[in-house]
């Protein structure tokens, strides 16, 4: 009789033991999954659609990127550019972005019209709605081309946004931005993606 309380017991302890083990198993996967869960509802992705036009403000063009322009032809100049358009989610905007600018020769000394007559890094920049709220971009690296068209450029490269303030607190995302130069006229734009934004935070209609 007492062993057969003592195998019970054993077996009662050995049972308890395998369901806290399987209840703790499934407790932790549930939490790993429910903070997926979780991480992938406190954001939402929104289409974003600017078009707008931009021109060189008054220091443009004035200054080397971080050091003095050497007498060669091969230097950095800081472009500055300022414009104003509409965008889904933003209404009226006011672009405002810096970036670094490098002519491109070719063997010859000329442009090099095929591969690249300009290049573009560490762009840096906002678009301003009405209500002031920005939307911060950054544009690491672009190519400026020449069009089938005489006397017009373009560039289309892949730009990201990064954070913002009031309705685009936190905001993120990538997307296309398109543009043409013509010559002596200011820069025509269309940028298209995806904007990811906290849930909590509302863009403006």
């Known amino acids: 009789m007492i062993m057969k309380k003592i195998k019970l017991i054993l077996f009662m302890m050995i049972v308890?033991?395998?369901?806290?083990?399987?209840?703790?198993?499934?407790?932790d996967l549930g939490g790993i999954n429910e903070a997926a869960?979780?991480?992938?509802?406190?954001?939402?992705?929104?289409?974003?659609?600017?078009v707008f036009q931009s021109h060189g403000a008054d220091?443009?063009?004035?200054?080397?990127?971080?050091?003095?322009?050497?007498?060669?032809?091969?230097?950095?100049?800081?472009?500055?550019?300022?414009?104003e358009g509409n965008a889904l989610h933003m209404g009226n905007i006011y672009f405002n972005m810096t970036f670094c600018f490098h002519f491109v020769f070719d063997e010859s000394g000329g442009f090099d019209f095929e591969n690249g007559?300009?290049?573009?890094?560490?762009?840096?920049?906002?678009?301003e709605a009405a209500n002031g709220d920005r939307l911060f971009i950054t544009a690491p690296i672009a190519r400026v081309l020449q069009s089938e068209i005489p006397g017009i450029a373009y560039f289309d490269d892949t730009f990201y946004f990064n954070g913002g303030t009031g309705n685009f607190e936190g905001a993120h995302g990538e997307f296309n931005a398109y543009g043409t130069l013509p010559q002596g006229g200011p820069t025509d734009h269309i940028w298209e993606g995806t904007l990811y934004l906290p849930k909590a935070v509302k863009a403006n209609k």
């Open 37 to 50: 869960l979780k991480s992938a509802s406190d954001e939402r992705m929104i289409p974003f659609r600017a």
């Open 117 to 127: 007559f300009g290049e573009v890094k560490d762009g840096d920049g906002y678009f």
């Open 59 to 83: 220091d443009a063009f004035t200054s080397s990127c971080g050091e003095e322009i050497p007498t060669s032809s091969n230097f950095w100049l800081l472009d500055h550019q300022v414009g």
């Open 16 to 27: 308890s033991f395998l369901f806290t083990t399987c209840r703790n198993s499934i407790g």
